[in-house]
């Protein structure tokens, strides 16, 4: 297929991203590695406001974490790091892993502004266990990652890599947006991507039932997108627990029976 640049605006860093003639026809879990182009990446910080999301997400992953006597955590889609970052100076151990080399320079580079080695690991989840040594108290895996999985085969062995490299005990923290009411009823402006910052408008170009095209518009006129699977969240619990997680409870914005949230987030308990 002949692929042209989407992006029309200047790219500073010269690196644009690609989605060729068709941009919806893009359904392809390989495709994320391209999607974090260098450009969007420098500006992803941008768009994750990280003092206003630190605001927002409080203790919330923390507490959690501490309330179940986990240290070893994996973070299994770092990005920028802002949840390694996190969790390292609330004291856990933690691995940075990331199936993007950009996203992990970026992170270790934000890990070392605050002071912080971050213990990076360069890997495919769907391949995780070939590349990772040992096993973990708990898997993070937020900023709606999940969602860049086109194929459901991808997300079962996403999930089994997951699962299989947790302890015995282990627990898998994953979020997602609420889908659900976007392919439902529509996006609504009011909802605003939980640690966007206020310079940054993300919302939905196209919806249809395996595919959500985000656009991404920066201040200085740039803009960059994302394809990525609309997970429902029943869909999800399910796949979790049909992999071998023993229970899955959900979270609505960091609240209990909060169906009419933004962001669910799972915490899946592996016994
Ligand atoms: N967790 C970060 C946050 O909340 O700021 C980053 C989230 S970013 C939306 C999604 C990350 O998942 C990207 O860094 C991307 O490279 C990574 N990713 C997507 N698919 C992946 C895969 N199959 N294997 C490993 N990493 C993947």
């Known amino acids: 297929m002949k692929e042209t640049p989407v992006l029309k605006s200047s790219d500073p860093a010269g690196a644009n991203q690609h989605y060729g003639d068709n941009p919806i026809e893009v359904r392809d879990t390989d495709h994320y590695k391209q999607e974090y182009v260098r450009g969007f990446v420098e500006k992803w910080d941008e768009l994750i406001d990280w003092d206003a999301r630190a605001q927002s997400e409080g203790q919330f992953f923390i507490d959690l974490l501490r309330e179940r006597g986990k240290r070893q955590v994996l973070d299994a889609a770092t990005g920028t790091g802002f949840h390694s970052v996190q969790l390292l100076k609330a004291g856990f151990q933690v691995t940075s892993c990331d199936g993007s080399a950009e996203m992990l320079a970026k992170a270790f580079e934000n890990g070392r502004k605050r002071g912080l080695i971050l213990n990076t690991v360069h890997a495919d989840w769907r391949w995780l266990n070939r590349d990772l040594a040992g096993k973990y108290d708990a898997i993070v895996c937020l900023g709606n990652s999940f969602t860049h999985l086109h194929e459901e085969r991808?997300?079962?062995?996403?999930?089994?890599?997951?699962?299989?490299?947790?302890?015995?005990?282990?627990i898998l923290i994953l979020d997602q947006r609420n889908y659900d009411q976007i392919l439902d009823r529509g996006f609504s402006s009011k909802h605003k991507y939980y640690y966007c910052g206020d310079q940054v408008t993300a919302a939905p170009e196209y919806v249809d039932e395996s595919l959500a095209r985000f656009r991404y518009d920066f201040p200085d006129g740039s803009t960059y997108h994302l394809n990525m699977f609309p997970l429902r969240k029943a869909y999800t619990t399910n796949l979790m627990m049909e992999v071998g997680f023993t229970s899955v409870k959900t979270y609505g914005d960091f609240q209990e029976n909060n169906d009419d949230a933004d962001f669910f987030i799972h915490v899946a308990e592996k016994s």
């Not at 997300?155 to 005990?169: C, G, M, S």
């Open 154 to 170: 991808d997300r079962r062995r996403t999930l089994a890599e997951f699962y299989a490299a947790l302890k015995h005990d282990g």
